[in-house]
């Protein structure tokens, strides 16, 4: 199916084209190059206090962020339950296992009163969590100065999945220098496009230094190849750099027409019952990467599904909220800490297209086919 509107496609009308063409003219096309310097460079200096290492997908990012943490064989990391499977695959890479916890329902993310119960109860079972896993969803930061109480008062170390919030910020801080760790996206359809990469964020610069090494297979620097330990191939190539760079250098107007986009949703669908939308709390700045909203059916008298339906048959794409990993077949031993939020934000909601390109006319034919879905009701 291909859609007219999508969800969130890429725009490259900056550099994009000059600097892939720059790249390869240089013959550098692997993970040594000039782009790769120049996007990390860029990203530090924005990021002031941190820095990044880029790599080569988000979750990559997030395996080498749990090594560095120390997580392995036996241990256990909380995880919020809302996200993608990406937030608590590399735990199961790394032979650790995952606890689920529920989300609260103004950001949707991580319950900071969850958290703490869970982290009590697996003190009480003896069982010290190696790490908490939290994630800004669609862009949207957490509940980050409760959130960091906790974990400063249990002393677990915080890895903010920050895929989705690239630009995002919370209170003077950029999403992804909150915590002990941060990992950023950008794959094809995250705010900031690099075709696909990643990168691992840090303020302690032996931290990134370790991380640039084990992501270039822990080669020592000696003429032969020589390794101590086992590394990883997970460094972002040369050309995803360049593609990368040239997005950044856009990367606040991308987060400005998202706002924008999000407000144009919300003035749009202001005063109707039964439609409702992700909070932002008052230090939180998002990039809303993807403006969401809860559908209760109840009052709207159609569902999430039967939206989907019918923008899907106007050429619209729209998608379903993450189903919670607790809920994944996959995931089914696994233990969970919460109640139903999650499960029903899973049931309402529905992102709606949100690409940079969107205009305010192509919104209001969006929201014209959620009007004749109204309509059919009363
Ligand atoms: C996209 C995403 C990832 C994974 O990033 P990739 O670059 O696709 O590997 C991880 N976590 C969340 C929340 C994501 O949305």
């Not at 200096?45 to 749990?66: C, D, E, F, P, Y």
């Not at 990467?289 to 209760?296: A, E, K, M, P």
């Not at 109640?339 to 529905?350: A, D, E, H, P, R």
């Amino acid at each position: 199916m291909s859609f007219y509107y999508k969800l969130s496609s890429p725009t490259f009308l900056g550099n994009e084209l000059a600097y892939s063409r720059q790249a390869i003219h240089s013959g550098m096309l692997a993970t040594n190059g000039e782009f790769i310097d120049r996007f990390e460079e860029k990203f530090n200096k924005r990021l002031k206090t941190h820095q990044i290492v880029a790599l080569n997908s988000g979750t990559s990012s997030l395996h080498l962020a749990l090594v560095l943490l120390g997580v392995g064989k036996g241990d256990e990391v909380i995880c919020q339950s809302f996200t993608f499977c990406a937030s608590a695959n590399p735990v199961i890479y790394l032979g650790a296992k995952p606890i689920f916890v529920d989300s609260e329902s103004d950001t949707w993310n991580i319950s900071p009163e969850l958290l703490e119960d869970a982290i009590l109860n697996r003190l009480a079972n003896g069982k010290k969590p190696k790490a908490i896993v939290l994630v800004h969803l669609f862009g949207m930061p957490a509940k980050m100065n409760e959130i960091l109480s906790i974990a400063k008062k249990y002393q677990i170390p915080v890895l903010e999945d920050a895929a989705e919030a690239v630009g995002s910020q919370y209170g003077n801080q950029y999403c992804g220098t909150l915590g002990d760790i941060g990992v950023f996206s950008f794959n094809g359809n995250k705010i900031l496009s690099a075709g696909g990469g990643g990168a691992l964020v840090s303020n302690s610069t032996a931290l990134i230094q370790k991380a640039k090494y084990l992501s270039t297979q822990a080669r020592e620097d000696l003429p032969y190849y020589q390794h101590l330990e086992i590394g990883y191939n997970y460094k972002m190539n040369n050309l995803s750099a360049a593609i990368g760079l040239a997005q950044l250098e856009q990367l606040e107007g991308f987060v400005e027409k998202r706002r924008q986009i999000n407000s144009t949703y919300r003035e749009l669908l202001s005063n109707i019952p039964g439609i409702s939308f992700q909070n932002e709390i008052k230090e939180a700045r998002s990039n809303f990467w993807l403006t969401s909203i809860l559908i209760d059916e109840k009052v709207t008298g159609f569902s999430n599904d039967q939206l989907r339906i019918s923008l899907m048959k106007n050429g619209i794409e729209s998608r379903f909220l993450w189903k919670p990993l607790h809920l994944q077949p996959v995931f089914k031993e696994i233990q969970f800490f919460g109640g139903s939020v999650s499960q029903n934000l899973f049931y309402k909601g529905i992102c709606l297209p949100s690409s940079t390109d969107l205009n305010y006319d192509d919104q209001e034919k969006i929201v014209e086919i959620l009007f004749k879905e109204l309509a059919k009701t009363f």
